[in-house]
C-alpha cells in the first residue's frame, strides 16, 4: 500500500479553493485506489468531467494525530466544472466543497499562522 502525498491544512488553505478542489472526508485511500475513486467521481457520478482529477493529497496535520480520521483533497484542473447537485448528493459518504471544508473543520486541524515581518 504506497500512502498519498501530504500536504498541511494551511497550505490547503492558503494555495486550494472551489474552482480547483474538493475534499474527501474520512476515507481510507491510497495510491493504489485512486484511480478506483477517480473513476467513481468522472465516470459512475459525473461529478466532474473524465480528465479533471489531476491529483489527491493526504490532509495530515489534524489534532487527532494517529487516530484521525483521513481528509483527502482532491486536485482538480483549473477552473473545472463541479456538478453541484452530485456534489450535494455525495455529501452524505464525505465530499466537501473546499470552502466548505476550510470554514467548517479548521478547528481540527494544527494552524500555523502566517507573521508580517
Known amino acids: 500500500m504506497t500512502p498519498l502525498k501530504k500536504i498541511l491544512y494551511t497550505e490547503v488553505k492558503k494555495n486550494y479553493n472551489d474552482t480547483n478542489s474538493l475534499i474527501f472526508m474520512g476515507l481510507i485511500l491510497d495510491q493504489e485506489t485512486c484511480s478506483q475513486v ?4 468522472e465516470k459512475e457520478e459525473k461529478l466532474v468531467p473524465e480528465g479533471s482529477i489531476v491529483d489527491y493529497y493526504d490532509i495530515t ?16 484542473k483549473k477552473d473545472t466544472p463541479v456538478n453541484a447537485m452530485k456534489r450535494l448528493n455525495l455529501s452524505n459518504i464525505g465530499v466537501k466543497w473546499t470552502s466548505d471544508f476550510i470554514s467548517n473543520y479548521r478547528g481540527d486541524y494544527y494552524i500555523i499562522e502566517e507573521t508580517e515581518e
Open 38 to 41: 477517480t473513476s467513481f467521481f
Open 61 to 76: 496535520d489534524n489534532v487527532a494525530g494517529k487516530n484521525r480520521r483521513q481528509d483527502v483533497l482532491i486536485v482538480l
